[in-house]
């Protein structure tokens, strides 16, 4: 079975750093992309960026470049989403999704996807 | 980025209903176009791609059709277990964006 397992549930101060991860399984991971899509309370879905797991090149989304990075560990199958220093407006679930490489016609169908990540950010 | 539009926002229906989304693009993305449940309290899940195939596994009471800039997403007949929101997803240029949302419920 394809399967995207994220990490758990965060409660984080403003101002710190944190990295959430996706590890996939029951399929080749380094031949499909990870995405992450971020989830804000009560809203819609919003694509962040992608990485290729093969050799860690990435795209992201003009709205979310340079406030996090997206990096993964193709020894241990997991990609993984970073922030240096986080903000309220961080709070979110954040998901990840597999899709096919950018050269497939099918670049942009996202299946399956992890379970979430709460992130929630309070002082 | 390419704006996409669902409409209605939210729809009360009664089961055994035919139910219809309409997803409009803000320019031609041909038939890069999916569809997704998100059930409350769970991930998105695709239900058709490239408009109008059904995603292995998933129930045949869920169909897509149009290409271009409008796009229909159709529930045949409404079951209990169709509760949820829908999103429909370009992907004709990066970044990928999807719909706002049209939440279901049952009347």
């Known amino acids: 079975e394809v399967q995207l397992v994220q990490s758990g549930a965060e409660v984080k101060k403003p101002g710190e750093s944190l990295r959430i991860s996706c590890k996939g399984s029951?399929?080749?991971?380094?031949?499909?992309?990870i995405s992450w899509v971020r989830q804000m309370p009560g809203k819609g879905l919003e694509w962040m960026g992608r990485i290729d797991p093969s050799d860690s090149y990435t795209n992201y989304s003009p709205s979310f470049q340079g406030h996090v990075t997206i990096s993964a560990d193709k020894s241990i199958s997991t990609a993984y989403l970073q922030w240096s220093s986080l903000k309220a407006s961080d709070t979110a679930m954040y998901y990840c999704a597999r899709s096919p490489p950018p050269y497939s016609s099918s670049w942009g169908l996202f299946d399956p996807w992890g379970q979430g990540t709460l992130v929630t950010v309070s002082s | 980025d390419i704006q996409m539009t669902q409409s209605p926002s939210s729809l009360s229906a009664s089961v055994g209903d035919r139910v219809t989304i309409t997803c409009q693009a803000s320019q031609d993305i041909s038939n890069y176009l999916n569809w997704y449940q998100q059930k409350p309290g769970k991930a998105p899940k695709l239900l058709i791609y490239d408009a109008s195939n059904l995603e292995t596994g998933v129930p045949s009471r869920f169909s897509g059709s149009g290409s271009g800039t409008d796009f229909t997403f159709t529930i045949s007949s409404l079951q209990p277990e169709d509760i949820a929101t829908y999103y429909c997803q370009q992907y004709d240029n990066l970044p990928p964006t999807f719909g706002q949302g049209t939440k279901l419920e049952i009347k």
């Open positions: 029951g399929y080749s991971f380094t031949s499909y992309w």
